[in-house]
């Protein structure tokens, strides 16, 4: 039990990653959806770059580019925020598509109507077309948010001490190797199944029924 | 997938006003564009970065050779991680959804469990934890192994949710015409969701392929392992890693494309195909 609050300290760090870089990919993510289907045709070609480009580089790619590229071209900042930044930059292609096809489950007399009374394009998806898309990205954005906790363990390869980096850190100091790694399983497990339960009923809660 | 037509319907065809607005904002946002691209390139230009001798090795063959070899490493890597994890997620599916409890309740746990275990830690555990127990494998299963256990849940997930989403019709159909459960299974309702689940299973192919990047983990000589024992021998880092991000951008675009390709001919025939977000993510 003398490594539970080392193991402990690395949940934390996996928490605050989690949690940091979920929030900016959210906002991102939401950003470049809208991009992708306003009538700007070059905002929707950047969207539609961005998503193909970020959606298909391995994240650990991202993380190994950010923290040992980088600093080539004087671009240096903290593991933990590189961290961050990657995982926000790389999930924020997964909201896009996300809010995309949030978008298209809203119902096209709602987007009429909205035209119709005279809302802009920017009035109509902030009043009508986001509140009841992001009702439907309740489950989608859950497993998002799963997958940004899973892909935090990446740091770890790159030196950042979270969860699965102290989990091995403690299997070579003692010698426990598989207790070890079975907390830092059970911690997972807990994460992830809990947003999981939080997020079924966060979408009861929001659920337009139609 | 198409450029935004789909969305058409969010705004109207554009007065004179509303196209003078998108005139401002397209060359707003191109303007933003080229002033961003621009002082990205001067920050490679201040630290040096740009001399052509940080660059020229990639038009050389043996570097290039080098990288390449670790590209087919890559594709190996996943093509056995595919081959191992497709068929056993499906067995895995079958079982989860089978009447013997036997056969449920430990497929259930498999998958539950090892959907929520970063595949790093598994990683991990093969490379550091059995080890200790006298397990060592060779370095391309210490590789593929911890891929194919959570990738295999994964894509149960996946043939799951496609065996549920089938019409019920389907499995009636076939009892009254005397087939029994795995009759039904293996003849009427297995067929149908494997060619519905083409598309996103080619994009779990994607995320496998990703997860082969573990392989600078393990030291198993792959695309991004190689990258890191070039960009140290050449000390040229930002390129190096450019490049090997590029390639691998190239890989699963190809592949990305195949799958969104595969989706559209479906749905043109008027067959859905079975979406990957409602069940799970591909996102690591």
């Given at each position: 039990?003398?490594?539970?609050?080392?193991?402990?300290?690395?949940?934390?760090?996996?928490?605050?990653?989690?949690?940091?870089?979920?929030?900016?990919?959210?906002?991102?993510?939401?950003?470049?959806?809208?991009?992708?289907?306003?009538?700007?045709?070059?905002?929707?070609?950047?969207?539609?770059?961005?998503?193909?480009?970020?959606?298909?580089?391995?994240?650990?790619?991202?993380?190994?580019?950010?923290?040992?590229?980088?600093?080539?071209?004087?671009?240096?900042?903290?593991?933990?925020?590189?961290?961050?930044?990657?995982?926000?930059?790389?999930?924020?292609?997964?909201?896009?598509?996300?809010?995309?096809?949030?978008?298209?489950?809203?119902?096209?007399?709602?987007?009429?109507?909205?035209?119709?009374?005279?809302?802009?394009?920017?009035?109509?998806?902030?009043?009508?077309?986001?509140?009841?898309?992001?009702?439907?990205?309740?489950?989608?954005?859950?497993?998002?948010?799963?997958?940004?906790?899973?892909?935090?363990?990446?740091?770890?390869?790159?030196?950042?001490?979270?969860?699965?980096?102290?989990?091995?850190?403690?299997?070579?100091?003692?010698?426990?190797?598989?207790?070890?790694?079975?907390?830092?399983?059970?911690?997972?497990?807990?994460?992830?199944?809990?947003?999981?339960?939080?997020?079924?009923?966060?979408?009861?809660?929001?659920?337009?029924?139609? | 997938?198409?450029?935004?037509?789909?969305?058409?319907?969010?705004?109207?065809?554009?007065?004179?006003?509303?196209?003078?607005?998108?005139?401002?904002?397209?060359?707003?946002?191109?303007?933003?564009?080229?002033?961003?691209?621009?002082?990205?390139?001067?920050?490679?230009?201040?630290?040096?970065?740009?001399?052509?001798?940080?660059?020229?090795?990639?038009?050389?063959?043996?570097?290039?050779?080098?990288?390449?070899?670790?590209?087919?490493?890559?594709?190996?890597?996943?093509?056995?991680?595919?081959?191992?994890?497709?068929?056993?997620?499906?067995?895995?599916?079958?079982?989860?959804?089978?009447?013997?409890?036997?056969?449920?309740?430990?497929?259930?746990?498999?998958?539950?469990?090892?959907?929520?275990?970063?595949?790093?830690?598994?990683?991990?555990?093969?490379?550091?934890?059995?080890?200790?127990?006298?397990?060592?494998?060779?370095?391309?299963?210490?590789?593929?192994?911890?891929?194919?256990?959570?990738?295999?849940?994964?894509?149960?997930?996946?043939?799951?949710?496609?065996v549920l989403s089938m019409e019920r019709g389907q499995f009636e159909a076939a009892y009254s015409v005397g087939l029994t459960p795995?009759q039904a299974m293996?003849l009427i309702i297995?067929?149908q969701?494997?060619?519905?689940?083409?598309?996103?299973?080619?994009?779990?192919?994607?995320?496998?392929?990703?997860?082969?990047?573990?392989?600078?983990?393990?030291?198993?000589?792959?695309?991004?392992?190689?990258?890191?024992?070039?960009?140290?021998?050449?000390?040229?880092?930002?390129?190096?890693?450019?490049?090997?991000?590029?390639?691998?951008?190239?890989?699963?675009?190809?592949?990305?494309?195949?799958?969104?390709?595969?989706?559209?001919?479906?749905?043109?025939?008027?067959?859905?195909?079975?979406?990957?977000?409602?069940?799970?993510?591909?996102?690591?």
């Amino acid at each position: 039990m003398r490594y539970l609050p080392d193991l402990l300290g690395g949940l934390v760090v996996t928490l605050e990653l989690t949690v940091l870089s979920f929030l900016g990919a959210l906002v991102l993510g939401t950003l470049l959806g809208v991009a992708r289907v306003s009538p700007v045709r070059s905002l929707r070609a950047f969207g539609a770059a961005y998503v193909g480009a970020l959606r298909n580089v391995p994240l650990l790619v991202l993380l190994v580019l950010f923290v040992f590229g980088l600093p080539d071209v004087g671009v240096t900042y903290s593991l933990f925020t590189s961290a961050v930044i990657c995982l926000a930059l790389y999930a924020a292609a997964f909201v896009c598509e996300t809010v995309r096809s949030g978008i298209r489950t809203v119902p096209l007399g709602q987007a009429e109507a909205a035209r119709s009374i005279g809302l802009t394009f920017g009035q109509a998806l902030r009043h009508v077309i986001l509140p009841q898309a992001f009702r439907a990205m309740v489950q989608p954005l859950a497993n998002v948010f799963i997958g940004v906790v899973l892909g935090t363990s990446l740091v770890a390869a790159v030196g950042v001490a979270d969860l699965t980096n102290r989990g091995s850190a403690l299997t070579l100091r003692y010698d426990e190797p598989l207790i070890v790694f079975a907390w830092a399983t059970a911690f997972y497990v807990v994460i992830t199944l809990g947003s999981g339960v939080l997020a079924g009923r966060l979408e009861r809660a929001v659920r337009i029924n139609r | 997938m198409t450029s935004g037509d789909d969305y058409r319907i969010l705004f109207d065809e554009p007065g004179p006003r509303a196209r003078r607005t998108i005139r401002i904002v397209t060359a707003v946002s191109i303007v933003v564009g080229l002033v961003l691209a621009g002082l990205a390139v001067r920050q490679f230009a201040i630290n040096g970065q740009l001399a052509a001798d940080k660059w020229r090795m990639f038009t050389e063959w043996p570097y290039q050779r080098f990288l390449l070899t670790g590209l087919v490493k890559t594709l190996q890597a996943a093509a056995v991680c595919t081959v191992l994890a497709l068929p056993l997620g499906a067995l895995l599916a079958l079982a989860r959804l089978s009447g013997t409890r036997l056969l449920r309740w430990p497929a259930t746990v498999f998958v539950e469990l090892f959907r929520s275990v970063p595949a790093l830690l598994l990683v991990y555990v093969f490379l550091l934890g059995l080890p200790r127990f006298g397990i060592v494998l060779p370095v391309f299963w210490q590789l593929v192994v911890p891929i194919v256990i959570s990738g295999t849940a994964t894509v149960a997930e996946l043939f799951r949710a496609g065996v549920l989403s089938m019409e019920r019709g389907q499995f009636e159909a076939a009892y009254s015409v005397g087939l029994t459960p795995g009759q039904a299974m293996r003849l009427i309702i297995l067929p149908q969701v494997v060619r519905r689940l083409v598309p996103v299973l080619v994009t779990a192919v994607v995320s496998l392929l990703k997860d082969t990047t573990l392989g600078y983990v393990v030291s198993y000589s792959e695309l991004l392992n190689s990258g890191r024992t070039l960009a140290q021998y050449t000390q040229a880092l930002v390129q190096t890693y450019l490049v090997v991000a590029v390639l691998y951008i190239v890989v699963n675009g190809l592949l990305s494309r195949l799958a969104a390709h595969l989706e559209q001919r479906q749905r043109r025939r008027g067959t859905a195909p079975i979406r990957a977000e409602a069940v799970v993510t591909l996102v690591t």
